[in-house]
């Protein structure tokens, strides 16, 4: 057999030389003929997990919490959190116990203070562990998800209402450390104990399951995608004794009910009702003419001026109703957490939409949305309940020395507030 020669292997002379120059332009946005083969997208920055730390210092002990914001004033967890951080002490000889507690309490003007979970942990003992304390060590525990009665956490809450009867609601949560020491080296029972406490704030997360559909063409959408709506009807009638019809005022929505706190809430506001029933209700500040049906010529100027009314008196608000069931009654009180105003929709270029039925519609729009400084949504826990509505008030517009023709009328629609809006499912790479 003869041997064949080798071809694997090559000498350096055979190699090409080597010639530097510039490297290739390179741009993010994909360029023509070119194609992306596999990206792993960013984490959105609401589900990164924070890095900094929390400390709380106590004399010559220092306590430090894992994962918390920079700068936080309180620290803050999720549902289902893992609590840890590190006990630093520097003077350690006579410690012989060391101790943390995470609990969570409910207090109401209804009861005593109502304890949500409470979990006791011990870090460190002298009996079981028969060393020195050591002057540093980690820690970790997990929050519940449930309370006691078994129903979900409610979040850190704090809200009080003046009155008669008052009513107030708060819900705590807290990082307990006690570290039990020995006063006297030569007498063991004259110990003492140094109580750490730490208040976090508890947030739990939840997320909207549908988008909020936003289009600048209120009328092609409703037809379009009817589903993406949700449609409240209220009647508005006149005064007792007033020779009018009554008007209907219809509110829509988007149809999940179930929003963002930060989310812009679209609405919108259609009046329905004949000609005089709508002049009427919008009393608009021109003299009114006489005779409306003489003739084309003259129902066209009043139709144009209707129109074009601005000040129909909408107010459309998110409203927060708190609800305490005491043994003799519930206990409610309402408060305003957010809103928007409410702007007319221009005509089409025809003059005032005329329906079939020979009646009229005027419509408003708008967005609201919750105030800043609110970050809890809807919840409810033991004989308290916290209930979000999108609320509106139609109240008719009146002269000097003369009541509304119509009568005031209130929608409310509830719907339930989270802290997450919406996002599409990203499949991490």
């Known amino acids: 057999m003869t041997a064949c020669p080798s071809t694997c292997s090559l000498s350096p002379s055979s190699l090409p030389s080597y010639v530097p120059g510039e490297p290739p332009l390179y741009s993010c946005p994909l360029r023509g003929g070119e194609q992306r083969l596999q990206e792993s997208p960013r984490v959105p920055s609401s589900l990164r997990i924070p890095s900094g730390t929390y400390v709380k210092q ?15 004033p309180v620290p803050t967890y999720g549902r289902g959190a893992a609590i840890g951080g590190a006990v630093t002490l520097p003077e350690r000889d006579g410690v012989i116990e060391i101790v943390v507690k995470v609990q969570g309490k409910l207090e109401t003007p209804a009861s005593t203070t109502t304890r949500l979970f409470e979990s006791v942990y011990t870090l460190w003992n002298r009996k079981k562990n028969q060393d020195v304390c050591p002057g540093f060590f980690p820690f970790s525990c997990v929050l519940p998800t449930t309370s006691i009665s078994g129903s979900p956490l409610p979040p850190s809450y704090d809200v009080m209402y003046p009155g008669i009867p008052s009513l107030f609601f708060k819900c705590k949560y807290s990082i307990c450390f006690y570290i039990k020491f020995i006063r006297s080296h ?4 004259l110990t003492g104990t140094k109580r750490i406490n730490i208040p976090f704030q508890y947030l739990p997360r939840a997320r909207a399951d549908r988008p909020i559909v936003y289009t600048p063409f209120f009328h092609s959408s409703v037809k379009t995608l009817p589903e993406e709506w949700h449609q409240v009807v209220s009647p508005i009638p006149p005064r007792p004794g007033m020779e ?18 930060r989310d812009k809430i679209p609405f919108h506001i259609q009046l329905t009702g004949s000609l005089a029933s709508l002049r009427k209700f919008l009393r608009p500040p021109e003299p009114e003419p006489e005779d409306l049906a003489s003739s084309a010529s003259t129902k066209k100027a009043p139709l144009k001026r209707l129109c074009g009314h601005p000040k129909a008196n909408f107010t459309v608000s998110i409203l927060r109703q708190t609800t305490l069931d005491t043994p003799y009654s519930a206990v409610r009180r309402n408060a305003i957490i957010g809103g928007g105003p409410a702007r007319q929709v221009a005509p089409p270029f025809s003059g005032c939409p005329l329906r ?3 009646e009229l519609h005027l419509d408003w729009e708008g967005e609201v949305q919750v105030n800043a400084d609110v970050e809890v949504g809807s919840f409810s826990v033991s004989d308290v309940s916290v209930n979000d509505h999108i609320f509106l008030k139609v109240d008719p517009l009146s002269r000097e020395r003369e009541p509304p023709v119509f009568l005031q009328v209130s929608i409310a629609v509830p719907v339930r ?9 990203v499949e991490l790479l």
């Not at 106590?58 to 936080?72: C, H, M, R, V």
């Not at 009018?244 to 706190?261: A, D, K, M, N, T």
């Open 58 to 72: 106590a004399g010559n002990i220092t306590i430090t919490l894992f994962d918390q914001y920079e700068d936080t």
């Open 244 to 261: 009018l019809e009554p008007l209907h005022c219809q509110f829509f929505i988007p149809s999940s009910r179930v929003y963002g706190i």
């Open 186 to 189: 030569t007498l063991d029972l």
């Open 356 to 358: 079939r039925d020979g």
């Open 417 to 425: 507030l989270v802290t997450d809006s919406y996002v599409e499912e």
